[in-house]
């Protein structure tokens, strides 16, 4: 068991990196491709494509869209592009026989014997501040995550603290809990929030940049629309 970097069922390339990241992938003869909902740019015409629910209510619960989108190749290979909502990297991990959890926004697509299903993270959820679910991928073959901003590959080895937002997926065997980064007061005094504390081994894949705190960036040159006085 475990994660090749290298290996792949289905050839690819990752263009625009690291900025505007675009998968371009090829689909063997008479195979099928998950993909995140909306996320396909371009495709060949003898592709064809299925609409699935994954997750139920609690794929719904959790923010995301409902559906993953299926796309079959005919009797020859074909291709197709994959574009993911928000700007920033694609990272790519051949799972043999184990897990990854990856933050909800961050899925992109999946060989179909991968099993993609909602895992509830019951209060450690709850208290980070995040969404209470986070999507396991498990089984063996390809997975493509996205990011807000750069990817950064961390390999733990004992212990290591991320703060939750950064946090795009991690392997299984990882143990954490969340806490506040120095005590409840930086709740509310130091503008800090909550990390992740991890322990024992694995990958942990962070991202360089929080949407929220871009939002907050972006705010003061947002144009305003002036009210006429009467």
Not at 4 to 12: A, L, Q, V
Not at 60 to 67: A, I, K, P, Q, R
């Amino acid at each position: 068991m475990g994660y090749d970097m290298e290996k792949t069922d289905y050839p690819f390339t990752l263009v625009s990196q690291p900025d505007y990241g675009m998968l371009n992938v090829k689909i063997p003869g008479g195979k099928t491709l998950k993909v995140e909902a909306s996320a396909m740019a371009w495709m060949d015409s003898s592709l064809t494509m299925k609409a699935k629910m994954k997750g139920g209510l609690k794929r719904m619960l959790s923010g995301e869209n409902l559906f993953i989108s299926e796309f079959t190749a005919g009797t020859e290979d074909a291709e197709m592009g994959i574009a993911p909502g928000s700007p920033g990297e694609i990272g790519h991990v051949y799972l043999e026989d184990t897990t990854v959890y990856i933050q909800n926004s961050a899925f992109l697509a999946s060989s179909p014997n991968l099993e993609v299903a909602i895992e509830f993270q019951g209060f450690k959820g709850f208290f980070s501040g995040e969404k209470l679910f986070m999507i396991k991928c498990s089984g063996t073959g390809d997975l493509w995550f996205n990011t807000f901003g750069g990817l950064i590959e961390i390999d733990v080895q004992k212990d290591y603290v991320v703060d939750t937002g950064y946090i795009v997926g991690f392997t299984e065997g990882l143990q954490y809990d969340v806490t506040p980064v120095a005590g409840m007061k930086s709740l509310f005094f130091s503008g800090e929030g909550l990390v992740c504390r991890f322990s024992g081994e694995g990958k942990v894949w962070i991202q360089t940049r929080l949407a929220p705190a871009f939002v907050r960036w972006a705010d003061p040159f947002r144009r305003v629309q002036k009210k006429n006085k009467d």
